[in-house]
Each structure stands twice: as C-alpha cells, then as structure tokens.
C-alpha cells in the first residue's frame, strides 16, 4: 500500500512581495553551485528560506524543494519525498525517464531494503538527467535520525556532478563537513553571513513593513535585534499595529503601554526568547478576537488548508457547513497582514506558519489555563478525524497520539489490512507507543503485542521477549473471548519468527503450533506467517517434504490476501528445496524470481536469493557469476541483525577462493567466519564452516588438523576426504556406505548425489575400476539434468582419471565431454588439484592467527604494522613469528615466506 504525497511538501515558496534584495548572499550561492553543498545554517528567523527561494526565482538551474517535518525521520518515508522531488525535476527535461519508479514500489514494502541499497541505483538513475539542477532540503533541523543522516552522508558524497545540494537548517547536520570544507567541496552562510546589513535593515523597516523610522531609530533596533530578521519583522509588527479589518493606515502606530516610538525601541533589550515572547503579545493582541482564536487553534497543524482549519475550529456539522469558507478567507487575510505565514502552493491552499511563530503560539496554547489548554485534545481529535476522511491515516495518527485518544490511534496503527508501522509509519508509532504509561499499555494487552510486532520489524529483536512478556501478564486479568484468545495466538507467532533468526527448531514448532491453535481463523495475515515458520522449522529437520507442503500452502494464502514479505519468504524455501533436489535450473528460475518480486534495489534478505544463485552459478562453473552473486549476498546480509546469514557467505566465497587456488584468502576468510560463529553462537553454521576448514587444511597438508575436525563435527564427508587423503579407502568407504543409506532413507537428493561421487573417487583410488565406473555412470545420470560440473572437478585428478576410463565406454559421451573440457582447462591454468595433499606436510598446522600473521608478513608488513592491523600487542605478534618460524623450520621472514608458498598457503 503506498503512501500518499503531501504535494505541498514539494512546493517552492514564491518569492515574497517587497522582499529585501540581497545580491552578496545571491552571489555566493551562484558561485556555490560549482561544489557539492550550500549549507545554510542558522537559528529560527533568519530568512534562511526566504533567501533561497528568491536565489531559485533568479537561478536558470531546475530545481527541486523538500520541506521536512518530523515525521521525515522514518527512513522510507523521507526516501519517497526525496524520489518525487527528484522526479519533479527528471519531469522539467523532456529526454529523461521517470526517475526511482523501482525504487518507489521496493520502498512501499512491509520491509525496505537497508539505505545504501536504496540510493545506489537512484544515483545511478539521477546522472541520465543531463542538464544541471538544484535539490533543496529545508528545516532539516528537524531530522534527527541517524539512518537519515547516514543516507543524506553517502548521498552527498557519491552526488552526480550535474547536482547541488542546498540544506538549510537552524544546527549543523551530523555530516563530514571538515572532509567537504578540506576538498572545496562545501559552501556555508551562517548567521554571522544572513544577519541584516544596517542599509538592509533600513530598507526591511521603512520599505517592506512601511514604517518611518529615523536613521537612528533603525541603528538602535538593528542593534538591538543584532540583525535578526523575525525579531526585526515582530518588532516592526508591533510597531505597526494592526486594526480589526486589516492593516492600519501608514504610518500609524499602535504603541500598547508605549508613549512613543523611541520608547519603544529603547524597552527592546534582552535575549531573543523574551523578546520575541513580548513581541508575540504585542502582535496578538492588535488582532481581534476571532483572529487571535483562528491563530492559537490552528497552531496545532504542521500545514493547513481551508477545509482543515474549518474542522479543526468548528465542532457541529451546521455550522462547519455555515462557515465553509471562514478557515480559507481568514489564511489569505494573515497572508496579506504578513503574519508569519507561508503558502505551500501555487493556487493559495496550503499554508504554514514560520516554525517560529508556531512554536510560541502553541507555548501559549498548552501553557494557558483556562479553556484553551483544556481543548487542544479536542482540537487534535478533530484534525485526526479530518485527515482520515481524506485518505491520510499517517498523519491522522499524529494527531490521534496528540490528543492522547488511545482507541482512535489503535484503530489508525492496525489499518485497513496493513499496520500503519509498515507503511511508513514505525518511527512515529514506536514513539507513541514508548511514551504511553504502563498502565494504559498493561490495560490494553493489545498495545504491548503491536510493540512487539514493530520492534521486530525494525529489528530490535532484544527487547521483544521483553513486551511479549509484558502482554501475557497483562492478559491474565482479561476476559478470555476471540480477542484475548487471538492476541495469544499473535505473541505465539512472534515468538516463532524470533526463533528463525536462531534456527531454534524446537521453539519454532512448539510457538508456531501454539499460534495457529489461537488465533482467529479470520488472521489470515498472522496464520500465513505462522505456516512459513512452520515450514522453516521442518527444513532444519531435514523433513524437505512437509517443508515443501507448509511453503506452498503459505505461498497460495500470501499471494491471495497480498502478504509480500511471506511470498518472498516462502518463495525462497520453494527454491531452497529444489536446490537440495538437484533441480538446478529450477532452484534459478525461482531464485530469479525471488529478485523480480522485490525489485530494484532489493530487501536485505534477497542475500538467500543472491547466495543460491551464487552457489548455482559455482556448480555451473561460471566463477564471475558466482562472485559476483557471493559479494552481492553478503553486502545485504550485513544489514540483517542478530542473522548468520553473512557467516554461510562467507563459507560461501571462502570455498570459491578454494577452488581458485587462494589458500591464504581462504585462511583469511574462514578465520573471520569462525570468530563470528563463536561470538554470536551461531550453531547452524558450525558444521558448514568446519567443513570448509577441513577441505583447506586438506590443501595445505595439514592431515591430522583435518582429522580432528572432522571428527570434533561428526561430518561423514570430510571424514572420508580426510582417509583419502591418507590413502586409507577401507576407512573412507567404511564412512560413506552407512552415511548414503541414511540419505536415501531421507530422500535427500544432493547428499545422496555427493556420496555416489565420493565412493567412486575412493574406489577409483583403490584400484576397483569396474566398480568406480558403474558408480560414476550412475552419479552422471543423476547429475546431468542438473548441469552439475564442479561437483566431478572438484574431486581432482583422480575424477579425471575415471571420467576418461567412462568416456572409452562410451558413457554418457556429451556430458563426459564436457567435464573433461573443464578438467583440460583447469589443467592449463595451473589450477586442477591432484586431490592429495602437498608434499612434506607440517608436522603441527598453523593456527588461524598465525595465517593471519604469515599472510602480512608475504604482505611486507613490519612487525608494529602487523600488530597495528590485527589490534594485537607488539610482543604478541613476535611470539607468534617465533611460533611460525619453528612450524615451517626456518630461520628467517624470506624463508618463512618462500615456504608458505612452496605448500600453498600464501
């Protein structure tokens, strides 16, 4: 469900009437334009915005405008403003394509895809624009997000040249602007720069706001005000005066306790916050009363229409009808009084107050206490009801949490079908939901349970447990109907999801049956979820088809009620299975698809799509493919918190540097992988790493490393590699009869298959060809629809050998062909593996950290740049060149070096 676009966030403000030219701070923006930023910084009431949007009016650059909010803080939602601004610009140039369509549809989706991933194809989008343009984001004081200020850094510093960024704001953004201001990069005006000239203050006073002050009236009060523009617009506001039905006549001055003009001027000291609280007083009370209610009742809006205000103002249906046209007639009124008022559009709809004057008008409102401060609940309620008959439930919301109207917030957040915190909205609810007493949320379970379910969306998966707790003790004083019964249902389901991320497989059947015995049978929403969970525990039992049952029955439901997340999900277990069936070519088709769903840039958990095509394209041979799959997986697993998923890339690429002839990037990578697996304990991936590390120490000759390993991890396959290595093929085959039947018995079709290759490798290597070649037949058939190849080339010299005794029996003559091809091309690299291990092994293997050291030491690196590197002590690094000099019995670093070459580990 996509999210509507205020158009008026977008509006350049037009230039105002009788608007003090200022060509020196003109000037500088021209020449701005040649770097990458302009950044206006200065506190409230500096004519930040006036300034530029009179720059724009006079600049022949196309240019965009974001005016930013608070609710801008949610990343999505700041993308999309940002997206349709630029596509504002793409629509000036006629030659140019829509710009972020892909982007904008990925963005909509109940989980968007981490920032970077986001903004590199938008950057690769914006440099088809070929003319030169302007991108303006305003108020970004408001921001306070560290995800938005990361987006905002890595925008600024990979912008397209045809593109200049202008930020004003009232602090400095967290950006590097030592780093811009070092490169020439950056542009600044501050309040030392926009302050008022004393000609520019004259001109201010006596021209725009028509007074006629002294040269030495306006000396005093510019330097009372020290240039400030709002302070000098208030003062000239009060000084001015204004009647009942409009401006005062010129010159005539409403003085309220002053006796003259330079009484005035000389009362006018102190700071700005009391100044401009005295000013606000004296301007307020020169309007009638109608006015000064209009003023403190519609402070409560960030923008405002006619209609809006008339809601806001008017409680009974009569006379919300009788005075239709009042909100609309009283905003053009405040605009031509100057009122600290701003039109957000062209056509005089949309209008907004100066921060400012917003600010201290609703000081007074929530400081008062007499009615106002008791209605401004109501107020809110009644711009929350406005907004949601128009179609704009975010913003709704908003004012539903501000009148503390917990029922109407709850219905706004649960949706039409989609919870308002997936559809932009999971900061603001987040902070509603934080702010509530434990009481209110204690007295309505079902708000601790909608805590949960947005802080793990957002992946802030410790404090979950914590809320879900929080909701079933609160349950326990609750009437026990369909509500409570499928509340406990949702929390069941929550705890199951939280169990996926750590492969708890008992957990994840124990919630997820718990769940779908609780909840109502009209969620289907929260059931369908429930079934994946399901599905993904079988899986991790090694029970493919009820996994294959539950995905499908969950993949039919999602792709029904439109459950985007757990169709992606659900699709990538289909894919998953057929991987495991040896069905290689439909694994891909359905991986393919997986991407075509998200779209462009995709989700964080596209890694799994990313990685199978990765692990297919590998079988295939086609290495490129297959790094360049790997790098893309783990760059999106990264973003995945409290997951393993970057450690199973990481096996993933250490074994395709294997098969490359990287020894020593294989250390690197798998040390790295196994540090991770200890520290999170992430235990499903323990036998996939250690897998990994048996087949390197095969390599490097380190046999009893290996041995123990694969004893340590009861893994059947690197235990027989490891009696192969040895010679020992009694062993070996004494491992694998047992471990195929058990496969068989499991229906799993990829061990079975890698078995077959083993067992006729090992009997091969013992001299019984016979029985090598009908194994190896058999294991072909079975490979060929498949289109494996690395599964025979990785096996080595030996698999050659058997491959080509197949081909002289005429077995299988196209396929074996093939394979021989790829086993003569590996030859002429260099890069075939003889399948035993390298002549004089070590005698006691290198640890994982002296690799790390060994390799720096090929590297050139001293001993401090070692210890430096690896954050390790500099002591610690020569002990372990001590180490690693008596392994390799050398004497010296150009020995140690030659060596670790010579048995391929650098």
């Known amino acids: ?99 972020g369509e892909g982007v904008l549809t990925v963005l909509q989706s109940p989980q968007p895809p981490p920032t970077e991933s986001v903004l590199t194809p938008l950057l690769n989008e914006i440099t088809t624009i070929p003319d030169h343009f302007v991108v303006v984001l305003d108020d970004y004081h408001l921001i306070d997000a560290k995800p938005v200020d990361n987006a905002l850094a890595f925008l600024v510093e990979h912008l397209p040249p045809q593109m200049h960024m202008v930020m004003a704001t009232r602090e400095d953004p967290p950006l590097p602007l030592a780093r811009l201001r070092a490169r020439s990069q950056l542009t600044e005006l501050r309040a030392t ?37 709002a302070g000098l617009q208030l003062a000239a506001l009060a000084l001015r005066g204004l009647a009942s039905q409009g401006l005062a006549s010129q010159g005539q001055l409403l003085m309220q306790g002053h006796e003259d003009t330079t009484d005035f001027i000389k009362s006018f000291t102190g700071s700005h916050r009391f100044v401009l609280d005295y000013l606000v007083e004296e301007v307020l009370q020169q309007q009638p009363e109608s006015v000064q ?13 006619g209609p809006l205000c008339d809601a806001v103002l008017h409680k009974g249906a009569g006379q919300h009808a009788a005075s239709s046209d009042a909100g609309q007639a009283t905003l053009e009124y405040l605009e031509r009084a100057n009122l600290f008022i701003v039109p957000l559009d062209a056509e005089r709809r949309w209008y907004r107050y100066h921060h400012l004057f917003a600010d201290l008008l609703r000081q007074r409102v929530t400081s008062s206490a007499g009615g106002e401060k008791r209605g401004v609940a109501e107020l809110h309620r009644r711009a929350s009801q406005w907004y949601e008959d128009n179609g704009l439930e975010i ?26 915190h997936f559809r932009g909205a999971v900061v603001p609810v987040l902070n509603w939901l934080a702010s509530l007493p434990t009481s209110l949320l204690d007295a309505r379970p079902s708000l601790w349970v909608m805590y949960a379910s947005a802080l793990l969306f957002v992946s802030q998966l410790t404090d979950v447990e914590h809320k879900l707790q929080a909701a079933e003790a609160a349950l326990q004083s609750a009437a026990p109907d369909d509500k409570t019964r499928d509340l406990v249902g949702h929390i069941a389901a929550i705890r199951a999801t939280l169990a996926v991320t750590q492969h708890q497989i008992e957990t994840i059947i124990v919630q997820s049956r718990r769940a779908l015995a609780y909840l109502h049978p009209d969620n289907l929403p929260v059931r369908t979820a429930t079934t994946w969970t399901l599905g993904y525990a079988y899986q991790l039992q090694g029970d493919r088809v009820a996994a294959g049952q539950a995905y499908s029955e969950a993949l039919a439901i999602s792709q029904a009620i439109g459950h985007f997340i ?109 540090q991770s697996v200890r520290r999170h304990n992430f235990v499903l991936q323990i036998p996939q790493v250690a897998a990994a590390q048996v087949l390197m120490l095969l390599r490097q000759g380190q046999l009893v490393a290996a041995a123990q390993l694969a004893q340590m991890h009861a893994l059947p396959i690197s235990q027989a590699r490891v009696y192969l290595a040895r010679g020992d093929t009694a062993a070996a085959l004494a491992v694998l009869g047992p471990w195929r039947q058990q496969v068989e018995a499991k229906g799993w079709a990829d061990e079975r298959l890698r078995t077959m290759v083993l067992q006729a490798v090992a009997h091969q290597v013992q001299g019984e060809k016979a029985t090598a070649v009908k194994l190896v037949g058999d294991a072909l058939a079975l490979a060929e629809p498949g289109g494996f190849i690395r599964l025979f080339v990785d096996e080595g010299l030996p698999m050659a050998e058997l491959l080509s005794e197949a081909a002289a029996q005429g077995i299988m003559p196209d396929y074996v062909g093939k394979l021989l091809a790829v086993f003569e091309a590996e030859t ?79």
């Open 1 to 99: 469900m996509s999210t509507p676009i205020l158009a008026t966030k977008l509006h350049i403000p037009s230039p105002r009437p009788k608007v003090v030219s200022r060509p020196r701070l003109i000037e500088r923006l021209n020449e701005g334009l040649y770097r990458k930023l302009t950044l206006i910084s200065a506190p409230a009431g500096f004519g930040k915005t006036t300034l530029v949007s009179e720059w724009l009016a006079g600049c022949s650059q196309p240019a965009a405008w974001l005016s930013l909010d608070e609710r801008d803080n949610d990343p999505t939602r700041f993308l999309v403003y940002l997206i349709s601004a630029l596509q504002m610009v793409a629509a000036q140039q006629p030659s140019v394509g829509t710009i």
């Open 193 to 229: 720069d926009l302050r008022f000239t004393p000609t520019e203050a004259a001109t201010f006073l006596n021209q725009a706001m028509g007074l006629n002050l002294s040269a030495e009236e306006i000396a005093a009060l510019e330097t009372r005000t020290e240039g400030w523009i």
């Open 293 to 305: 209610t209009f003023l403190l009742r519609t402070s409560i809006l960030d923008r405002m229409c």
């Open 395 to 420: 913003e709704a919301f908003h004012h539903a949490a501000a009148a503390n109207d917990v029922e109407r917030a709850v219905r706004l957040v649960e949706g039409r079908g989609m919870p308002l």
């Open 566 to 674: 757990i169709t992606i999900m659900t699709t990538l277990g289909l894919g998953s299975l057929e991987e495991a069936d040896n069905q290689l070519y439909l694994a891909a088709q359905t991986y393919q698809h997986v991407l075509e769903l998200m779209g462009d840039p995709p989700l964080s958990v596209a890694c799994e799509a990313y990685l199978g095509l990765a692990r297919l394209y590998y079988e295939w041979n086609d290495m490129d493919a297959a790094q360049q799959h790997g790098q893309r997986s783990i760059q999106l697993a990264r973003h995945l918190e409290n997951t393993d998923r970057f450690v199973a890339c990481e096996v993933f690429l250490a074994r395709l540097k294997l098969a490359q002839g990287d020894v020593a990037g294989t250390a690197v990578l798998l040390a790295q992988a196994d």
């Open 828 to 906: 002429q690299k260099g890069t075939a593996k003889s399948g035993m291990p390298p002549v004089q092994p070590l005698g006691e293997p290198l640890s994982q950290r002296e690799l790390e050291v060994l390799q720096l030491i090929a590297q050139g690196l001293s001993n401090r740049e070692i210890s430096q590197r690896l954050f390790l002590a500099l002591d610690t690094v020569k002990g372990h060149n001590r180490r690693i000099f008596s392994k390799l019995q050398v004497q010296r670093r150009t020995e140690a070096v030659a060596r670790a070459r010579e048995l391929g580990l650098v």
